[in-house]
């Protein structure tokens, strides 16, 4: 399976940026739907966006539509996630996701990274 690491994350006030990244490794990144979920403190992991192999389709959560963009470099066999105007709700543990669909079912992803922390201070 492909083996996925994340990075990026960090400290940001309210009104901020931040770009993840998540770097696929063992097979290649082009094979898979790429998918990013966070999860809070207490609550379950939810689907925030994902791409498809090619980079032409994506998809968000309504809760990060028009803020969040997901894009992919295949060549360096890289997810980024550019979060922008963020907000203390969106204070997760971000996760990277390969799966072989776009689909937003956390069950339908088979390979899955050990997660970045993003805090969004008011």
């Known amino acids: 399976q492909v083996h996925l690491v994340e990075s990026g994350g960090g400290l940001v006030q309210a009104g901020g940026s931040l770009r993840l990244s998540c770097v696929a490794s063992?097979?290649?990144?082009?094979?898979?739907?790429l998918g990013w979920f966070r999860q809070a403190p207490g609550k379950e992991r939810e689907f925030v966006g994902g791409?498809?192999?090619?980079?032409?389709?994506?998809e968000y959560a309504d809760s990060v539509l028009g803020r969040f963009t997901i894009s992919r470099d295949n060549a360096k066999d890289t997810v980024y996630l550019q979060m922008n105007s963020l907000k203390p709700d969106d204070t997760a543990r971000y996760y990277c996701?390969?799966?072989?669909?776009?689909?937003?079912?956390?069950?339908?992803?088979?390979?899955w990274g050990q997660g970045t922390q993003v805090t969004v201070s008011s």
């Open positions: 063992l097979r290649p990144a082009s094979r898979y739907v």
């Open positions: 791409i498809n192999r090619s980079g032409t389709t994506t």
């Open positions: 996701a390969a799966g072989p669909a776009l689909v937003r079912t956390r069950s339908s992803y088979v390979s």
